[in-house]
């Protein structure tokens, strides 16, 4: 008898437990910025980026929503990280290969594009200390609009598009 209480009692919890956790699953939604990843290679170089992906959603983005002149985390949430499995040379300065925060400084006609030692950090915890690497680069009109932030890895590089806008960086693989 007293077997049987104990039975019907971890049954009904189970139960319960089984009602709650798919009522909970049920009220998720999707993340505003959600995680995605671009990869590719540049030459015999692997290069991935992991990065969160606002949306626009009607904002304007540049110059209002990413300020000019200040440093940007170049994604949503956690700092964007790229990685790169040999030494590289970015815009024909070397790098060499491991996992950096990648960090932008936007500005209407010229971009400063940041490699940052410290890979595993919060989107705003830059410490300009830490940088590997800093380069200029000059964004141009994109073709279509992106909704979404994405990053596009192909052989001369990578390609950060956004609302109206896209930033070419090019990237090599080193020379020995």
């Known amino acids: 008898m007293k ?14 437990l089984v009602v709650t ?8 939604k999707p993340k505003a910025s959600p995680p995605a990843t671009a990869t590719g290679k540049v030459g015999a170089a692997t290069v991935t980026i992991n990065y969160s992906s606002p949306s626009v959603k009607g904002r304007t983005i540049w110059g209002e929503l990413v300020p000019y002149g200040q440093v940007w985390r170049s994604g949503a949430n956690e700092a964007t990280t790229i990685t790169f499995d040999k030494d590289v040379m970015v815009e024909g300065k070397p790098l060499a290969a491991g996992t950096y925060s990648f960090y932008t400084i936007p500005a209407e006609d010229k971009w400063t594009v940041i490699f940052n030692k410290t890979a595993k950090q919060w989107g ?19 073709p279509t609009m992106n909704e979404r932030l994405k990053y596009d890895v192909n052989n001369q590089g990578l390609l950060l598009s956004w609302e109206n806008m896209e930033v070419p960086v090019k990237i090599s693989t080193a020379k020995k």
């Open 124 to 142: 705003t915890q830059y410490d300009e200390k830490q940088d590997a690497l800093r380069v200029t680069v000059t964004p141009r009109k994109a």
């Open 3 to 16: 077997n049987t209480k104990i039975f019907s009692f971890l049954a009904m919890l189970l139960v319960a």
């Open 21 to 28: 956790s798919s009522a909970m699953a049920q009220d998720a």
